[in-house]
Each structure stands twice: as structure tokens, then as C-alpha cells.
């Protein structure tokens, strides 16, 4: 049997062009002989859109409609105004393709630093939401720039995409040994929106009934993040404060270094993407210091999404021992943690 | 001269009776002779809303009015259904007397716990908007209950809400001796508001020029108030993200059991309310366990707001010290604590 993964690789600005490149090498070290990876690249984020203004075209979709996945560096550069490629590129992606599910796992492996004290035991995984709630772009400006201007956000949530997210983290929980989930709102002040949430999610707890379930608000979400974060499994949460919890999230359980993320279309309909959750970090782009660890572990979500769980084990496994290996050890560039990667996963 | 305090005291549900005993304890403790202390008791919360199914009426409004200031304890109940006692009665509070500057200091003191490794020095306070943003309440429901059902939150920003308390936050700054603000939002994504909250900070900006100022998305926010919080001095936000990042402040710097706040209004025109951060806390009401600390800090909050500098002094003295000395001995009851901080103000 011949395979193959028809890969878009998106290696953006900053620091996605070298944590990329260690992605993928390690990408080639992990799959077996008989599986053809083909990969194309395409320029978008900042050195696009200053040369034609385009941030990502209704051409560009179609281009990336046809590969398997995609795999994302970063987008955004502080010679870009906000919000430009943010939503022009980055959300336009993620709504086009549907990418309801944002999968963010956070474990902190042995050997990491946090900044937590104690020893605290993580493993967890954050669902977000990734094609609703505030993150629409619906709302607008009156009288902009006057004394009188008024800007609203308006936060859409549908019966249809939240219990669909919903679903998909108690599939997550009942498979996983604790069997936990926890919905994470403010259903106290944002009431249409958070019983809406909390509704959905009590009707479909109803057909997992092994799964335990709690509720908590986004605001004491952040303490027990802190002060208890074994006490998490699986959380299910609306697209905003997804994106608060799991950098939170992301800082306790070893940082933004090693953080990755999945934007999941499940029915395959569309490619999904995956990226790590930093960002392009402008600051250190373009002198190997970056850390390519939450790319190469962002194509392990991507090989787990395709079927290759085999492969995307060694990946992990071949993380948590570079991690627990660098203690006392002189820093190492981008290109020397892919290389060691790259022999981990292939030995 | 002759001076006096008329103050409305809302002890509310579970261990907010034990506390507000306890900060009124302290209250009367610190004030000098010539004061008089008047206060009036007040039934809002659970019981009242059982009895009377009133949560907050417009006659409850007009009495509060007349008050110099409002102690509260904490308001909710898990027999009332989420969200009617807070958009009932603390948000309409809230909305109603214009308490648009949500004052919440956080300070790591010595000798207390925190959940970060390291000595981390923390000592920043964050100035919440209170009347605008996502709490606004506008939004709404169709197809309830449906698999159709759409449900929308609506974020409300004003330049004239968010001038003032960027002012206010501003001022505030200049006062302190890091002179440091940042902004916290999200311009990238919520552009509309976040583009709002960025032109009024960096417009009033040029009127504090010895004011050092920083943006930061929220969700970058959390990762330093974890990693780096000293690097914090004053941050102004709008209404959802302060509670957010207020919460995880208080984590960090002692937890909510040591967390004062101020809903303030600062022209004078409403009384402003004070309360502990924390919530009523059912599962250990009526037993003694509850901390008062943050209701007492409360109460210095209140003293400084209506001009006793000096008294309010007294009391985060007293707290500091009280703090400085609980290591490695039994834990007290509420009134215990109490006393001990009454009698270190009194002395
Ligand atoms: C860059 C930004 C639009 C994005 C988000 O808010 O989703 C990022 O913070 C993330 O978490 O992937
Ligand atoms: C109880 C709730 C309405 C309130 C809020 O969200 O403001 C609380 O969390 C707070 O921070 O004072």
C-alpha cells in the first residue's frame, strides 16, 4: 500500500521560518520509507502584504483546499497595523476552513521549568472554540475618532457550533483514563451566551455518563489554573477566553516554546492547520534562537490528525526525552534541536 | 470639626456576614474619636430574592444613595439560578451608581504564599472599567432551546467611557513611584473596541508624558502575570478582561482570601461600593473559616476613598503585619483575625 501527506507549508514571518524548517526535517526523520510527503510552500503574512496588500485571496483558499493539512509557522509583524493579518490571514483561515475545533494540548513534561512552584502534575487538553463567539468581526464604529464614538463586538454563538465543540471534547474525555471536562464561561454575566453554552453542554453530557463534568467561571478558571492545574483533564470553552486559558495554560506547563495547536476541521471537508501557539517573535527572528520544539510538536497533532499515531507518539516521545535532557546543558540553536529531534524520532 | 462616616452595609450571602463583621470590627477600631460611624444594614442576596423574588429595586437604590459609601460582603447562591443575582443586584449596582473605575490592587506582602516559584515582588494595581464592555447585558436569545438558537453578547465601548477611565488610570500612574501603565486588550482580533481603547490611551498618553506606557494583548497578559509579574504597575482594561487578569492577580499575589476591591465612583455623585474580591463561598459559610483579610483591606480602600489616608495606612499596616506573622502558626477563625487586626489598629 503506497502513501502519501500533500502537505501546505506556511512558514510566515519571524521566527516561523526556522521553526518550520526543523518541523519539517523532523517530519522526514519520523515517516516511514513508504510514505511520500510532498510539501508546498506559500508566502503569506507581512513581506505579502506589503508587496501586493493581499493578505490571503479567495485564490489562496482555493490553492490550499487541495492538500492534506497544513503546517503554519507564525504570522505578524510589528510593521503590520494590528489586527491586519490577524484577521485578513490568520482568522480568515480559520473561519474558511471551518477549524472548529482549536485543540491546545499543555503537559508539563520532566525537566521543564515552570513558573509554578512545587511540582504540579499537567496534562491537559483545551478545546476551543474556533469559529464563533467574539472572534466573528461582527460589530462596528460610530463617530469614529470623536468624542462620541461608540465600538461594539458582538459575540455570535449558535446552537449548531457549540454543541458540535461541545461533543467533540466529551469524544476527547470519555477517551482519555480521567475522563473529565470542564466547561469554562461566564454564564453569570454573559447570560445569553453562557446558558446557551451551558445548556448544550448538560444535554449532551447526558449521553456520556462516565464523563465528570464541571462548570467554572473563565475568571476562577485562571486561579485553579495556578493554584490546582492536575485538577484539569479536558476543558471545553468559547473561542475568546479559549485563546486566554490556553496561554495561561501554555505559561504553567513549560511556556510558549513548547505549546502547540491543531485548528480542526473533523470532517476533513477542509485541511486543518497546525501551528505552534507563539508567535513570530520579531525580536529574535532570523538568529537560530528560537525553540522549533512547539512546531515539531505541532506536527505530531498533525500526524495524530492524518492516522499516523505511531509516528506521532515517537515525536512525543522524542520531545519529552530532549526536554528532560537539557538541564545543566549549554543553549542550543533552532537547527541543533531539530537535528537532535530528527535522529530521536528516526532512532 | 466634626466629621462623619454614613456608611450601607450589605453583609449578602454565605461567609460575607463573617466578614463584614469582622471588617466593621476593624472599621470602628481605626477611627479616631471624633468620628462618628453610622451605619445601616441592608438584606440584598439569596434570602431576600426567596422571600421577595427582588433582587435590587429602584426604592433599594434611592435608600443606598444617600450613603457616604457601601460595604459589601459577597452576593450568590448556588439555589439561585446563575446570573440573576449578579445582573440583579452587583452589575445593576454597578451600572446604576456609574462605578466605572473598578479599583483592584495587588500586592504580595511578606510572609504570604504564592502559588509562583521564585520571591517574585508583586505590586501593581489594575484599574477595571465598570460600566461598559461585554457587561453591558445588551444581547440576546433566538430560537431558545432549539437546535437553531442564536445567542449574541454585545461588547458596548464609548470614547466617553473609556477616556475616563484611561484618565483615571493615567493619573494614577503618574501618582506612583514606577509611574508604568499598560494597556490590556485584544486590538488584533476585537478590532472595533480594541482600536477604541488603543487611540483614547495613546491620545491622553501625550498628556502624561512622564508616564511609561506598554500595550498587551490578554492573552499575553496572563503568561507575565505569571512569569514576570514585577514587571507590572498600574494596567487599565475594560470590564471582562479586568476581571479576568484581577482573578489571576490575585492568585498570584495571595489569593482571593487577601484581594480588595473599589467600585468606584469617582465624582461623588453615587456612593462607591467596596467588597472583597472573593465570592460568598457557601461550602464554608457560618463556620469561621473564612479569611476577613480582604474585607478589611476593603474597608482601607474605603477609608483612603473618603479622605482618611491615615487610617487606611493603619489598616494595610496592621494587615502586613498580621500577614508577616501567621507562618508556622494554627490557623485562626474569622473573628479571630478580626480582633487581632482591630486591636493592631487600635494600638
Ligand atoms: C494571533 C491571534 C489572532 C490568535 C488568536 O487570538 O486566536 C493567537 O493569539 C492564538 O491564540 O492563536
Ligand atoms: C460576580 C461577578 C458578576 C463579578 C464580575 O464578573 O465582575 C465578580 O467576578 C467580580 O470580579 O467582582
Given amino acids: 500500500m503506497s502513501r502519501s501527506i500533500d502537505l501546505a507549508v506556511i512558514p510566515g514571518d519571524g521566527i516561523g521560518q526556522e521553526v518550520v524548517a526543523e518541523g519539517l526535517k523532523v517530519l522526514s526523520a519520523v515517516l516511514p520509507q513508504d510514505v511520500k510527503l510532498e510539501t508546498k510552500e506559500y508566502d503569506f503574512g507581512a513581506r505579502r502584504y506589503h508587496a501586493t496588500g493581499e493578505t490571503l485571496t479567495d485564490a489562496d483558499l482555493d490553492a490550499l483546499k487541495g492538500h492534506d493539512a497544513i503546517l503554519l509557522g507564525a504570522i505578524g509583524d510589528p510593521s503590520v497595523p494590528s ?8 482568522l480568515r483561515l480559520r473561519f474558511a476552513f471551518d477549524h472548529h475545533v482549536n485543540l491546545r494540548p499543555s503537559k508539563l513534561l520532566p525537566g521543564v521549568a515552570t513558573p509554578l512552584a512545587g ?97 467554572m467561571h473563565v475568571d476562577a478558571a485562571t486561579i ?28 504553567v506547563s513549560g511556556g510558549i516554546g513548547v505549546a502547540a495547536s491543531g485548528n480542526i476541521n473533523p470532517s476533513g471537508e477542509f485541511p486543518s492547520m497546525f501551528e505552534p501557539v507563539h508567535g513570530s517573535a520579531p525580536d529574535i527572528a532570523g538568529q537560530g534562537k528560537a525553540d522549533p520544539t512547539a512546531t515539531v510538536l505541532s506536527v505530531a497533532l498533525l500526524l495524530r490528525h492524518l492516522g499516523y499515531e505511531a509516528e506521532a507518539a515517537r515525536i512525543d516521545e522524542a520531545v519529552s526525552a530532549d ?9 542550543r540553536s533552532t537547527s541543533q534541536i531539530g537535528d537532535a529531534l530528527a535522529v530521536r524520532v528516526a532512532g
Fill in 83 to 90: 489586527g491586519v493579518l490577524e484577521r485578513g490571514f490568520l
Fill in 119 to 215: 511540582e504540579p502534575s499537567i496534562d491537559f487538553v483545551v478545546v476551543r472554540e474556533g469559529t464563533e463567539g467574539p472572534y466573528t468581526g461582527n460589530g462596528g464604529t460610530i463617530r469614529k475618532g470623536t468624542p462620541h464614538e461608540v465600538a461594539t463586538e458582538v459575540s455570535v454563538n449558535t446552537a449548531f457550533g457549540v454543541e458540535r465543540v461541545v461533543r467533540d471534547a466529551f469524544a476527547r474525555a470519555q477517551a482519555r483514563p480521567r475522563k473529565k471536562l470542564a466547561l469554562i464561561h461566564k454564564n453569570n454575566v454573559l447570560t445569553f451566551a453562557g446558558h446557551l453554552w451551558t445548556d448544550v453542554f448538560n444535554r449532551v453530557a447526558e449521553e456520556f455518563p462516565e464523563v465528570t463534568t464541571e462548570y
Fill in 224 to 251: 485553579y489554573l495556578v493554584t490546582q492545574p492536575e485538577r484539569f483533564d479536558v476543558i471545553v470553552t468559547d473561542n475568546l477566553f479559549g485563546d486566554i486559558v490556553t496561554d495561561l495554560a501554555a505559561a
Fill in 323 to 331: 526536554l528532560a535532557d537539557r538541564t545543566g546543558k549549554p543553549a
